[in-house]
């Protein structure tokens, strides 16, 4: 076995690494996320906590007639249907693979603090790039409207709750699904792209109604995905990339958002409009990131092709 982390990483799906269980084991845990979903929105609206007619409203955007603490609640709220993920993943590989949800977090079971500082950091220099280059384009986000003391008391248990969101993501599409697909397959297209395409796809809702739109945040997401499986290439572990997606949500969620997609709970927002100017180059960006993560200029520990007597198909 490679002393690699990502290999030894790779090693612990390799005992029940056939291709029905992780078909099986994806579909179970987009099953029970969906179903933690509709029980958590039971409960809430029966609970009073939120009125049903707010859901689909706050959900497009259209919140004109909601206060903050509607729509903050909104947020919350659909920040913890993502705990249906870490769900999920815990009963399939329970159940399907017989192992514990550490032996996804890390090639030894445990997440570093600096590789979740690193990726932070890294996602900081990312936002903040692409917020200088559109300043000086001379397109700035505008204020949401939203006032700071309201946002200040929302800020804490939101920042937890996109903590908890996002790293459930990233145990399903940069843990659970590459590591089995790695455990099959050298190829990076299989174990990278393939799960970070569907990464992608899942995004496809937060476009909204707007179509162009839809279109770029599915190549964005698709793109950031794929900046996040270099991490845990390079690392054999989920932490640098937890702590990427971590920061990109609070900057998406928290900071500046977009008008019209989702709850407005941040400070400040970009017209649609003005997102869409700026996709090419945000694309573009993306990818001179992902070359720079790949790179051994990156702060993460240098990655390696995985080889092929280490990658041969189970049975």
């Known amino acids: 076995m490679s002393e690699h982390p990502f290999h030894q990483w790779v090693e612990a799906a390799r005992p029940r690494a ?15 996320w969906t179903a933690w979903t509709v029980v958590l929105g039971l409960i809430v609206v029966s609970g009073g906590l ?14 004109g007639f909601l206060t903050f603490t509607d729509v903050a609640l909104t947020m919350g709220v659909m920040l913890v249907t993502f705990w249906g993920l870490w769900l999920g993943a815990w009963i399939v590989l329970k159940v399907l693979h017989r192992r514990g949800l550490s032996s996804v977090m890390a090639h030894d079971g445990r997440l570093r603090l600096g590789q979740f500082g690193i990726g932070m950091a890294v996602a900081v220099a990312y936002l903040g790039a692409g917020l200088i280059y559109n300043v000086v384009m001379g397109s700035a986000p505008a204020q949401s409207g939203v006032e700071m003391g309201e946002w200040l008391v929302a800020f804490v248990p939101l920042v937890v709750l996109v903590l908890i969101q996002s790293a459930g993501e990233e145990v399903v599409f940069r843990g659970y699904l590459p590591q089995q697909l790695a455990a099959r397959w050298r190829t990076p297209f299989v174990w990278g792209f393939l799960p970070s395409l569907a ?15 839809a279109l770029y945040y599915v190549v964005a997401a698709t793109m950031l995905g794929l900046v996040m499986m270099a991490m845990v290439w390079r690392t054999g572990s989920l932490a640098a990339a937890m702590g990427f ?34 996709a090419s180059a945000d694309l573009l960006m993306l990818g001179i990131l992902l070359a720079f993560v790949l790179s051994p200029f990156a702060p993460l520990p240098k990655g390696q092709a995985l080889r092929r007597n280490e990658t041969r198909a189970a049975p």
């Open 245 to 278: 997606h971590f920061a990109n949500n609070i900057g998406a969620l928290l900071m500046i958002g977009i008008a019209g997609i989702g709850p407005p709970v941040s400070l400040f927002v970009w017209l649609p409009g003005e997102a869409l100017a700026g």
């Open 50 to 63: 939120l009125r049903p007619e707010l859901l689909s409203p706050a959900a497009t955007g259209q919140t």
């Open 199 to 213: 990464f992608g796809l899942a995004h496809v809702l937060n476009g909204g109604a707007l179509d162009a739109f």
């Open 18 to 32: 056939q291709l029905w269980r992780t078909l099986a084991g994806f579909a179970l845990i987009l099953v029970i």
